[in-house]
């Protein structure tokens, strides 16, 4: 595994609300008893959930598109139809979902087990038996379902390793991971040989840890220096840091003063990184020109290479053992239900709004009883007074969704 996609778009539809039933009871041959259409199923939800087991965003790529299912329709006899299923997307820890067109923060799926509704399913129609009252003893119409809610969304993968790579450039990470992990990064002798990172997975006996190799950090780099904070941001989320100072440095920094700079830099990107559990290693020892006394590597010769991955692999499960239980999270949606008026023309107003539009979405609005509901619902809302403020005036059209009506004074 090398490389990594590190966004993608998605494409969240909920499933469509089943429609309610226009049913009657039948009493003997002739009368007509009291109404029974079963009201429509819910469709179901999008969700995204935060999944270990998902390494990349590569799946949407070429496949944008989830949607849940259709709840199904209502029927004769008080039947209610069946809610669609749920979906449930998963996604890398990691994940930062955002709203694609504005931007706004949607979500920051960060540990396994995170989820968030990502398009809620549309609600299901209701079935005439719901519309008895005094006044109307034979309802003739019922709900349609409400479409499904759909978004488009951004996925970003702030990169979810255990161990990051922590070095200047040209002291051997790249060498490193591709000597401990199937990863297969360009390897020369210059620095900024890595532009982007690269992770690989290490297995150690049962043991699985992904270690992300990244660009090489210089002094400075907490300014903006070098490949700055684009590097920096890869290893705010590594579990643990390993530190790598050369040995057989040629530009003649020594390890001690390698050490120094890069938890300096460390510190002042963000001081909480120190904390992390870390490792310091010195590397090319089959090459070195300088003394060390801590511990020390040849990715050559494979000296000490075994050993530091036990540690790792120890140094990791501590870790992991020590993160508190994901919270489940997850950060609000601004949700506008209300009602907005829109002007099309001179005369002619258009109600927009999930609210309004549900009041008409009737099976059949021909009927006088259909009509006298809608009149009431858009009453009740308050939508008289929405269309005197925005200048509608009696007997101008009013349009809500496909259905239009005269604007009069009852
Ligand atoms: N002698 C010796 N050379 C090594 C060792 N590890 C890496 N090198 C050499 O050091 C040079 C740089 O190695 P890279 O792995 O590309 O270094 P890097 O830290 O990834 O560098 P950047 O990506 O530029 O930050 C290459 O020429 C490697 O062959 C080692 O253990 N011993
Ligand atoms: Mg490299």
Redesign the pocket.
Known sequence: MSGFVDEAQLNARGGDGGAGCVAFRREGPVAMGGPNGGDGGKGGDVWLVASRNCASLLAFRDHPHRRAMDGVHGMGKDLHGKRGKDLEVEVPEGTVVTDLYTGVLMADLARHGDRWMAAAGGRGGRGNAKFLSNRRKEPTFAEQGEHGEEQWLKLDLKLMADVALV??????????I?VISAAK??????????LEPNLGVVRYNDAEFVVA?I??LIEGASEGRGLGHQFLKHIERARALLV?VDL?AIDGVDPQEQERVLLEELAAYRPELLERPRLVVG?????AVYDWDGEQ?????NQGIRELVGRLATMVQRARQAEPESEGVVILRPHADGARVERLGDHEFRLVGRQVERIVALNDVSTPEALSYIDHQLKRIGVPRLLTRAGAAYGDTVRIATFSFEYRED
Request: aromatic share 8%; net charge neutral.
């Open positions: 070095g200047f450039p040209n002291v051997g990470k790249s060498t490193l591709s990064p360009k390897i020369a002798d210059y620095p900024f040989t890595t190799d660009p090489g790598m057989a590397t090319k020892s089959d090459s590597i040849s990715s050559i010769t």
